[in-house]
């Protein structure tokens, strides 16, 4: 009886499951094969962009010689490492980095709460002024401060001199200060824009709540807002800490000459500038810089498991808005004074450089525009501003796609693997473009003769995309899980094919988000001056190089002149981004 | 000491005015709600009472204090009036735990650390969440939050109490317990309260006295029995549930011993008598409200004042309650009935005079 009985239980059961066998077994006999092609194509791209050139860093720092000659495997780059003078390197890079980073934490602050909570006037355009010195390519405003800073022919220790009647330079760029200095001027917009939806998009009865128990307004700031920002300042700070031991261009320019390194200047001056060149060196410093962030990420981690309050209410008053008065004109002035000191100065010296004859003589009769038709007469200029722009085009609208191609099977699908591939796109995020640039630089000597990338503009494009494809992903998987799986099943059941749902959904309503991180990849090709600075070769040269080797043979006028124009296409994007794409501005 | 008193209360937004002209006496220990549509201007009152919003015109005083005077420039912020408030999102600072949140006015104050845990223990015991005190805020539901919020603006013993929406966040099971706690509560302390909302069941199950307004102007005010039975016009009347408005002539007008007048009336096809507030004039066009729950099925044992006859056009079945539209002479009119009525396709209505109530046309 019991057999017969479990015989009609499975008869029962057999078709549905027979049906539900053969429709998976269509369904992948349909898609397996070519899914199973592109995912391996997808794995190999990803993996040749970052676990290549990570795994050529281990393989570099052991090896004896230069990339693409026979030599030994041994430990030497790592001992060379642990002398004093490079722990003088190390204090400096975690000192500076720190320096910069709390009074820049303070300054963003305060100017997130005068444009997103006071009755500041003109807080809209106040809000773009103050951001856009993050836009700026970082080596434009090295070379204008330098310019403007310098000790001997600096048009602010003109001026001082010219005002006080003294003899003596107050302001030295080229210094601690001048290193710190430089790196505010981007990590303050940067937090800026960090935190500032953070504050916008607060709950104000949290406050009010506060001022109704009978707390002042700088109790309710300190005991409340400041304590609810808390995470989201922490946050930023971490990240604003791990740019500046990244970063390049502000050691290089004012650091360096004053005797004064940090890690990413000493693995480029042991590569281009010693001789002959200490490339096992270099290669384990590079590890060594990895291995530093890796712990400082680990520790943003920990820190921040399970801490960000959600302080967002569905409905509610526009956030608290607090009346200055009289105040709210210095407020004002503040954030002019901001955008004055960061902008219009460095660009104010860039035009004022590109029309004298000698930078640092500034009168009538050097007026001249012969720097302008020596730059526009140059094919070194001509040929840096074609490579940029086609990196800059290219470059972008790959990393975008792969980017959104990595999102997508991360976010919307249930994938195997998909984890792996979201990992391995992240990883270029912790190399620094210096790090990243030394891992190709072994990676591309490595490949076989009949890929000759090494040289070549492909090199750039290869390492912009691995350096930009963390970005395109976070910008594109956050557009990617807004979207509602209802709304790709919707249009599933209404009779789309996936590619058709691909275009007319997922693509449709995902394509502001594309733009965005598509504009954003723009400009940081455009600035990006450390990894190109070791891939680069005749030929290939990218706008950023040729500026660093006009200021590097003293030619500062022209860089005066190439600098502007930099500048005219920095505006021009950032325009066409905040009047086209303006409500999507904030995924920044 | 703790009475509100609002005179020609008003505030502008640029060219908007949110309130115009509002004049309310709110007695000590008294329980008031302000309740009207959203945007009505409910809210902003009650943030101009706490001090949050400046009125732009008029007077406020707190317990014979005057508070805020639009003409004379006074304005005493909020942290200086010594109010409890409860936010419609309840507002529990989610960086610190249950106690801190309710202890946070008491250290304000300076109170002694000791006395503050005392306080505070007493505060959550009143809300029955004393066992929560050592929880994470964010670990809290709506409802524990909604306690916790209380506890918070009672803690410091404020003479006075503005909610503003608090239920509305919670599920409807919810908010009907935490509303008869929360009067409950407020009886027993006797502490007078303001109260905001725009669900007409909840205020006039929680208040004393009901202030219904719209477009930033106060319409009526009374006890909840007066607003729902004898509104003061048509406005009011259909903001407490949808009320048959039907149009009729006055035919004869007579004063009752209680203030009130008598009126004869005619509809169109129909004839019946109702009550009014004042006297109406021979011929008047009034409009007659009658709540759909008031309408009768005429079973030829009571004594109506009116009888419609009409077709069933829409019968639906609400457990306890048929609810019915019925065409009268081309007219619609809803009524609600037994359901165990037995129910034929032509039906006759009765109404009550005391149920009928004429408004101006």
Sequence with gaps: ?588 | MSNIVLEKVSRKFGDFAAVSGVDLRVGEGEFVTLLGPSGCGKTTTLRMVAGLEQNTGGRISIGGRVVSDAERGLFVPAEHRALGMVFQSYAIWPHMTVFDNVAYPLRVRRVGRVDIRQRVLEALKLVEMADYADRPAPALSGGQQQRVAIARALVFEPALLLLDEPLSNLDARLRAQMGSEFRALQKRLGITSLYVTHDQEEAMALSDRVVVMQAGRVLQIGAPEEIYQRPASRDVASFFGSPNLLPATVVNCARLDDADFALSVRGSGWEGTCRAGEARAEGAKVLVMVRPESVRLADGANQASSVLSGRVVQSSFHGARRALTVEVNGNLMRAEVPATTPLGEQVTLTIDERAAWALSA
């Excluded at chain 1, 219009?344 to 007026?367: A, E, N, R, T």
């Design chain 1, 1 to 588: 009886m019991t057999v017969s009985a479990d015989d009609r239980l499975q008869d029962a059961n057999r078709p549905a499951l027979g049906a539900r066998l053969s429709g998976t077994a269509r369904w992948l006999q349909a898609t397996s094969a070519s899914r199973v092609a592109g995912l391996t194509l997808l794995v190999a791209v990803l993996a040749f962009l970052s676990v290549y050139p990570l795994s050529m860093l281990l393989y570099g720092s052991l090896h004896s010689t230069p990339p693409g000659m026979a030599g030994t495997f041994n430990l030497d780059g790592y001992r060379d490492i642990l002398t004093r003078e490079n722990l003088i390197t190390l204090l400096n890079t975690v000192g500076i980095s720190l320096a910069k980073t709390v009074p820049s934490l303070a300054l963003a602050v305060l100017l997130a709460w005068i444009l997103a909570r006071t009755d500041t006037p003109c807080r809209g355009a106040l809000e773009v002024l103050v951001t856009l010195p993050f836009f700026i390519p970082p080596i434009l405003t090295a070379m204008a401060w330098g310019m403007l800073g310098n000790p001997q022919v600096g048009l602010l220790n003109q001026l001082y001199q010219g005002i006080t009647g003294s003899s003596t330079a107050p302001i030295n760029v080229y210094s601690y200060g001048g290193v710190v200095w430089h790196m505010m001027q981007y990590a303050v917009p940067f937090l800026f824009l960090l935190i500032v939806d953070a504050f916008r998009a607060m709950d104000p009865s949290l406050e009010e709540a506060a001022r109704m128990c009978g707390a002042s307004r700088l109790r309710t700031f300190r005991t409340i807002t400041l304590q609810l920002m808390l995470p989201a300042l922490t946050s930023g700070a971490i990240l604003s800490f791990i740019r500046g031991i990244e970063n390049f261009e502000s050691p290089l320019f004012f650091g360096s000459p004053a005797g004064i390194h940090v890690i990413t200047t000493d693995i480029y001056d042991s590569i281009n500038q010693r001789s002959p060149p200490q490339y096992q060196y270099a290669t384990a410093v590079s590890f060594v810089i990895m291995a530093l962030l890796f712990l400082i990420v680990l520790l943003q981690w920990r820190l921040l498991r399970g801490r960000s309050f959600t302080t967002v209410s569905g409905k509610g008053y526009s956030p608290g808005v607090t009346k200055l008065g009289k105040w709210r004109w210095v407020t004002f002035a503040f954030c002019v004074l901001f955008f004055v000191i960061t902008v219009v100065l460095p660009v104010g010296q860039l035009l004022i450089g590109s029309f004298f004859k000698f930078f640092g003589f500034y009168q009538w009769d050097m007026l001249t525009l012969e720097h302008y038709q020596a730059v526009f007469g140059s094919s070194e200029f001509w040929r840096g501003f074609g490579n940029t722009m086609l990196l800059g085009l290219v470059g972008a609208s790959a990393t975008m796609v792969l980017g959104g191609l990595v999102a997508y099977i991360s976010v919307r699908t249930k994938w195997r693997g998909r984890s792996l591939i979201d990992a391995m796109a992240w990883l270029p995020w912790m190399m620094p473009g210096i790090v990243l640039g030394v891992g190709f630089l072994w990676g591309f000597a490595l490949l076989p003769h009949a890929i000759p990338i090494y040289g070549t503009i492909w090199a750039l494009l290869l390492a912009y995309i691995s350096l930009g494809t963390p970005l395109s992903v976070r910008v594109m998987s956050s557009a990617f899980s807004q979207l509602s799986f209802d709304i790709e099943e919707c249009s599933r059941v209404h009779g789309a094919s996936w590619l058709q749902t691909m275009w007319r959904i997922v693509i449709a309503l995902s394509w502001p988000s594309f733009a965005v991180g598509w504009v954003l990849l723009f400009f940081g090709i455009m600035r990006e001056l450390s990894a190109s600075v070791l891939l680069y070769s005749i030929g290939s040269e990218v706008l950023s190089v040729v500026l660093l080797k006009l200021w590097v043979n003293g030619n500062a006028e022209q860089v005066s002149v190439i600098g502007l124009m930099m500048m005219v296409m920095v505006i021009l994007f950032r325009w066409v981004q905040l009047s086209f794409i303006k409500k999507h501005i904030n995924t920044l």
